[in-house]
């Protein structure tokens, strides 16, 4: 895989009804989510995330109510490439995080562990399987400017300085600039291979727990926030712009998973 270690591979929502979640991600953001159970090998409701350019952004997991009665809950988890994950799992445990999921290989798909940061945030590492006809195959999930791709990575955290060490340790993430937002603390940037990706932040009062906030790209903030509306969900923050002139909403699906919509404002 082409992609450097630590990039954002991958975005998966755990969801408790697939094909409610896939009639209402396809309206708001115009992907294309089968609406009918597709079992994976695994016998797992799996759906992939399927672009208008003919890509993949990531995929839904439906939730069994054995999971859900075990504790998972609606959320979305980003996967981050590496090239060893049981020696990215060890590393990652020895400096406080957890394991969710041991390390699994997957015919065709590729080996990946769920852990936590040592705040209790999860994701997945993974060293994906690529296609026999594109041994150089890259992720192309994270895009900073095209519609339909994850375009903003942002984490809240309960120890934002701890955070900032471990993800520059274990993914190269760097922080170079931040923004202070007053009693909120600082808005720190996270740069990985000169790019700004994303940013990190003290976890506010308001906001229930700690955790990682991606924001799908849309042509038209105001109709993305009607379809919204119009489809079950609920949005909790915005319209608001943000630096740059692109706008921003925070809200929740149908299904209870928080989610984040940024794109212009027509007019």
């Known amino acids: 895989m082409t992609n450097p270690e630590g990039s ?3 975005y998966e929502l755990m969801t408790p009804d697939a094909g409610a979640s896939a009639a209402f991600y396809n309206a708001v953001v115009g992907w294309t989510v089968d609406s009918s159970a597709n079992a994976a090998a695994s016998g797992m409701d799996y759906r992939h995330i399927q672009r208008s350019d003919g890509g993949m952004t990531g995929g839904m997991m439906g939730l069994t109510p054995e999971m859900l009665a075990g504790g998972a ?6 996967y981050f490439y590496t090239a060893d994950v049981d020696a990215k799992v060890a590393a990652i445990t020895a400096d406080g995080g957890r394991v969710y999921m041991p390390a699994t290989n997957m015919e065709g798909v590729g080996r990946f562990a769920m852990v936590t ?7 997945y590492v993974m060293t994906p399987t690529p296609p026999a006809d594109d041994p150089d195959a890259s992720s192309d999930a994270y895009d900073r400017w095209v519609p339909q791709h994850v375009s903003w990575n942002e984490l ?8 900032k060490v471990f993800y520059a340790k274990h993914f190269n993430f760097e922080f170079n600039s931040s923004m ?3 009693d909120m603390g600082d808005y720190c940037f996270i740069d990985f291979h000169g790019e700004g990706i994303g940013a990190m932040m003290q976890k506010p009062p308001h906001v229930p727990v700690a955790g ?4 799908i790209r849309v042509p038209d903030i105001m109709a993305a926030k009607a379809a919204v509306e119009a489809n079950g969900g609920q949005v909790f923050h915005g319209p608001q712009e943000v630096p740059g002139g692109d706008w921003i909403i925070n809200g929740m ?3 209870g998973a928080s989610f984040a919509l940024v794109g212009q404002k027509p007019g």
Do not use: E, K, R
């Not at 940061?117 to 994701?123: E, N, R």
């Not at 809240?156 to 955070?163: E, I, M, V």
């Not at 990682?212 to 924001?215: E, H, V």
């Open 8 to 10: 954002f591979i991958w």
């Open 73 to 78: 809950h609606p959320a979305w988890v980003a």
């Open 117 to 123: 940061d040592p705040q209790g945030v999860p994701f």
């Open 156 to 163: 809240y955290t309960t120890d934002l300085d701890a955070a």
């Open 180 to 182: 202070p937002m007053g």
């Open 212 to 215: 990682w906030n991606y924001y």
């Open 253 to 255: 699906d149908p299904q």
